[in-house]
């Protein structure tokens, strides 16, 4: 029985093996690692993935879906949102904490919350491999002072360091999507800064809420307020400082 993509679930599914040889290529599976993919679909790269690693988690809120990946014998299914997974709990099931891999074709219409739930469990994580639409990898990969450089670049880019590994065109998904994809990886910094991620989301989502005023009209009024005298200059727009000014920023503001 075939199954019809359901538009509100954001499906899209992938059917260029081309593409699906090339993307487990850049993952790399072992034998044996602790792996989750989120939003397995049809399992055209659930198929690949679980011949090379022996056993593979799943995460899939379809629940047509998920009873069909069920009768697969080699496969643990998480049926659920994965916006209301706490990874950090499934690795240590998985017994893989600090080396779970996470890799997935993500619902492009919530992409964005479910790279920040993720963000929440990055300590058990060794690495992740995405298909996302290749704007949103623009802006998560995008340098200081170009026009993808935004909040998602600024909150991704302390944490991991990520490129974009692989265009995927429309014509390798169905139904195709109306806009270009691409594969991300992204891997988990070793020594990250030990800052307060609320305190920095706070930060950096004042700064871009008003992108093309210079930083004092924004953000100078948000360190007024929390008594900052230290030097950072304002007199620039949020799009020119790179990540490692806004951490320093941080850093000087909750110590």
């Given at each position: 029985m075939s199954h019809v993509a359901r538009k509100r679930f954001g499906q899209h599914f992938l059917t260029d093996h081309g593409i699906i040889d090339a993307i487990v290529a850049a993952i790399g599976p072992v034998p044996g690692e602790p792996v989750v993919e989120i939003g397995p679909g049809l399992a055209a790269l659930t198929q690949p993935l679980v011949e090379r690693l022996g056993r593979l988690t799943?995460?899939?809120?379809?629940?047509?879906?998920?009873?069909?990946?069920?009768?697969?014998?080699?496969?643990?299914?998480?049926?659920?949102?994965?916006?209301?997974?706490?990874?950090?709990?499934l690795a240590q099931r998985l017994q893989a904490t600090g080396s779970l891999r996470i890799v997935g074709n993500l619902p492009y219409n919530i992409s964005t919350p479910i790279l920040f739930h993720l963000l929440d469990h990055v300590a058990v994580v060794r690495d992740q491999h995405f298909m996302l639409q290749k704007e949103v990898i623009d802006r998560m990969v995008a340098a200081p002072a170009t026009a993808d450089y935004g909040r998602l670049s600024v909150m991704l880019q302390w944490r991991y360091a990520m490129e974009n590994v692989l265009f995927v065109p429309p014509e390798s998904f169905d139904p195709p999507p109306r806009v270009d994809s691409a594969v991300v990886r992204m891997v988990p910094l070793t020594q990250p800064p030990a800052i307060d991620v609320a305190l920095y989301g706070e930060l950096v989502q004042t700064a871009f809420s008003q992108r093309r005023k210079i930083l004092r009209n924004t953000l100078g009024r948000w360190l007024e307020a929390r008594g900052f005298s230290g030097d950072f200059d304002l007199q620039r727009r949020a799009e020119e400082v790179p990540v490692a000014e806004y951490v320093a920023l941080a850093l000087s503001v909750q110590a």
């Open positions: 799943v995460i899939e809120l379809d629940r047509d879906l998920a009873a069909r990946l069920r009768t697969h014998p080699q496969l643990d299914v998480v049926e659920s949102d994965i916006l209301k997974v706490d990874i950090t709990a």
